[in-house]
């Protein structure tokens, strides 16, 4: 990291002296370039930087937007493991030889990250399918990586202040779920299956199937899908396909899942994006999606906020987003909430109406970032996730259709959604069912307090006891002070 100029950050004179000593003495004699390359020095320090890299390049509050701005572009790829290293985990989890499960599978790796690694098979029914595998000795690494992770956000934090607000043990504790749950592929099988459960309304989204029989920890099979990978500009712009249609599938897909179920996949970049082109099966363009290992969850209380919030942004009502935040713990009581409005005012009204494209991300990330300084918010590590998903979302729906503005198609879903799940309908709706689950309570509660509070007996009642006697002063009476000397000197003796 010294090498690629990473640590040239920590020689700031505002952090302790051990620090600067430390980032200094060893960047020498590494001909460390004046501009850091945050970017090669966490790609050369092996696969989980590779994905604290990712993660961290969502995050300019945290590490600033320069240095995300050159995460964005690490690029989840190394060379894949070859065929041959692999063979072995293949027979063993088939308990023999795998062509008893398989007709075929291509030796050349389709597509190669830092986890795993993804061949084209065809099953011994004949049916083609991705077949994801880990890396050999991947869990070693990741245990050792995160290990480091661990202790550099507790020395951080130690050091109070900003460190202390940006909350870094509970952003490495994040980062560490998303990848361990990584390093189990039926946890991934198990996401996509839920996903698929969550978009069967969205007929133009499509999830691929699971293969559980040939699905173990270590591998992972699904359906192929024929497509176009999102991320091929030159294939895109060949396709003649309604990208405006498509721009929308993706945000209402992404809303439906994020907004209406609180299940959403959080890794919706391009090389995950499929288009796939009409077929006999049919006549219009559809998105398809792989890699189910990072998803993230939010409860219902918090989309409520959320869906609000979005929706006060849109509209401009700006007291209400300030308004939600105070009621969601966001922003310390001691705060203004009237000032907090005109702070999100200065921010939200540059962009009203405007494409996405038209916007300064720079700017606009900066006036959020000072607003969350200037009120003193706090991270919260529940809303990581989505916050880098929509921030991914956007960038797909304007390679798919450049026009399209995610806030405009966004705002007729959300309204819809907050009017069904706020209006008097559904609160009548949720009181009824959460005093349906209070009155159910009613027995047990009652069954406890007789438990507590049993009927009096038949025996009559005994009579009063005389007084406890009141104890000396010192707390011992003579006999056995007498008694605790005797045994004292009886042991000094013995051991003298």
């Known amino acids: 990291m010294a090498r690629h100029g990473v640590l040239r950050p920590f020689e700031d004179t505002r952090l302790p002296l051990s620090i600067r ?108 399918v991705a077949i994801k595998l880990l890396r050999p000795g991947i869990e070693a690494d990741v245990t050792t990586a995160l290990a480091t992770y661990e202790w550099g956000a507790g020395h951080l934090e130690t050091l109070g202040g900003e460190f202390a607000r940006l909350r870094p043990r509970a952003i490495i504790a994040t980062f560490k779920s998303w990848i361990e749950a990584e390093l189990d592929l039926r946890r991934e099988a198990a996401n996509a299956s839920e996903l698929a459960e969550i978009l069967a309304g969205e007929a133009d989204f499509l999830v691929p199937g699971i293969d559980w029989q040939r699905s173990t920890r270590r591998i992972l099979v699904i359906d192929w899908i024929d497509g176009v990978k999102v991320s091929d500009r030159a294939a895109l712009a060949a396709l003649d396909i309604d990208r405006a249609r498509l721009g929308r599938v993706l945000v209402n897909g992404f809303l439906a899942q994020a907004i209406a179920k609180g299940f959403f996949h959080a890794d919706l970049h391009q090389g995950n994006l499929f288009v796939i082109p009409p077929d006999a099966s049919c006549d219009h363009a559809r998105i398809g999606v792989i890699d189910f290992g990072i998803m993230g969850r939010i409860n219902r209380r918090a989309r409520l906020y959320l869906a609000e919030i979005l929706h006060g942004l849109v509209t401009g009502n700006y007291a209400r987003v300030a308004e939600i935040h105070f009621e969601a713990g966001y922003v310390p009581p001691h705060h203004n909430q009237g000032a907090f409005a005109t702070a999100l005012r200065a921010v939200g009204e540059p962009i009203r109406g405007r494409q996405a494209k038209d916007i300064a991300i720079t700017d606009l990330l900066e006036g959020l970032f000072s607003i969350t300084r200037s009120f003193d918010m706090p991270v919260q590590p529940h809303l990581l996730l989505l916050q880098k998903t929509m921030v991914m979302v956007e960038g797909v729906a304007l390679t798919i259709d450049p026009h399209v503005n995610m806030w405009e198609v966004a705002e007729p879903y959300v309204r819809t959604w907050v009017r069904d799940e706020m209006g008097p309908e559904a609160v009548i709706a949720d009181r009824l069912v959460l005093n349906a689950r209070a009155l159910r309570q009613l027995p047990r509660i009652f069954r406890q307090w007789i438990a507590e509070n049993p009927m009096p007996g038949a025996a009559p009642p005994q009579a009063p006891l005389p007084p406890l006697p009141v104890r000396s002063a010192g707390g011992w009476s003579t006999p056995w002070l007498l008694l605790a000397v005797g045994l004292g000197a009886a042991a000094a003796m013995l051991l003298g």
Do not use: C, M
Not at 23 to 32: D, E, I, L, P, Y
Not at 79 to 101: C, H, M
């Open 21 to 128: 000593l430390v980032a200094k003495v060893a960047r020498f004699g590494t001909g460390a370039p004046k501009t850091p390359d945050f970017a090669a020095g966490l790609a050369a320090v092996g696969p989980a930087a590779i994905k604290l890299g990712q993660a961290l390049a969502t995050r300019p509050d945290l590490i600033g937007i320069e240095a995300a701005t050159d995460l964005a572009r690490l690029q989840d790829a190394l060379p894949p493991v070859p065929f041959s290293q692999i063979e072995p985990a293949l027979n063993a989890a088939y308990g023999g030889d795998w062509k008893t499960r398989f007709a075929e599978i291509d030796p050349v790796a389709v597509a190669a990250a830092s986890i795993a690694q993804v061949h084209k098979g065809v099953t011994a029914e004949g049916r083609v």
